[in-house]
T-cell receptor, first 115, second 113 residues
Framework: DGGITQSPKYLFRKEGQNVTLSCEQN?????MYWYRQDPGQGLRLIYY???????QKGDIAEGYSVSREKKESFPLTVTSAQKNPTAFYLC??????????????FGSGTRLTVV | GENVEQHPSTLSVQEGDSAVIKCTYS??????FPWYKQELGKRPQLIID?????GEKKDQRIAVTLNKTAKHFSLHITETQPEDSAVYFC????????????FGAGTILRVKS
């Protein structure tokens, strides 16, 4: 997956259950991001991290939590507080060098369904 | 904060014709503008990008133009092929530390053969 791996590919969650989505990269990228994509919709930022042990809320952080204990890993937990979690979740990573811009490398995504 | 608007939301063209997708941004300090292609059920992939010190960039059948005065940038695809059918996203990055992109809402491109 071009150096960034998401697992699992499909995930089913029961009502009231927390689930964790995995995202691992071997690109030596400083920054990692989580996006949510609903059918026919754009990319909405959940959380992002520019350095280990630090992360910031995106536009739709409520009901989600993250950690960044290692540079390579940025897991996303979908908590029971997220009332409508069914969506396609995309993880991405990128370089950071001051204010210079860089493209993101995306993982192949996790499709989460509430059953 | 930065806001990116993308038009049109859907675009249908005949195979061989050109397609143009336009994005406008709000922050005049934005300095980096990538374009992504997302095929159905797959991940977005970077297809071309442009920095604020360049007005145009080409890569085979695709090109991007940037007008900093008007704060808009456009994706041009020439000689479209059925495999160009996908959702295209533009994005902009503010000219500040970090690499947080703001994405447009996407354009569904359909190339009819």
């Amino acid at each position: 997956d071009g150096g960034i791996t998401q697992s699992p590919k499909y995930l089913f969650r029961k009502e009231g259950q927390n689930v964790t989505l995995s995202c691992e990269q071997n690109l030596n990228h400083d920054a990692m991001y989580w996006y949510r994509q609903d059918p026919g919709q754009g990319l909405r930022l959940i959380y992002y991290s520019q350095i280990v042990n630090d992360f910031q809320k995106g536009d739709i952080a409520e009901g989600y939590s993250v950690s960044r204990e290692k540079k390579e890993s940025f897991p996303l937990t979908v908590t029971s507080a997220q009332k409508n979690p069914t969506a396609f979740y995309l993880c991405a990573s990128s370089l950071i060098q001051g204010a210079r811009g860089y493209g993101y490398t995306f993982g192949s995504g996790t499709r989460l369904t509430v059953v | 904060g930065e806001n990116v608007e993308q038009h049109p939301s859907t675009l249908s063209v005949q195979e061989g014709d050109s397609a143009v997708i336009k994005c406008t941004y709000s922050d005049s300090a934005s300095n980096y503008f990538p374009w992504y292609k997302q095929e159905l059920g797959k991940r977005p992939q970077l297809i071309i990008d442009i920095r604020s010190n360049v007005g145009e960039k080409k890569d085979q059948r695709i090109a991007v133009t940037l007008n900093k005065t008007a704060k808009h940038f456009s994706l041009h695809i020439t000689e479209t092929q059925p495999e160009d059918s996908a959702v295209y996203f533009c994005a902009a990055k503010k000219g500040e530390y970090g690499n947080k992109l703001v994405f447009g809402a996407g354009t569904i491109l359909r190339v009819k053969s």
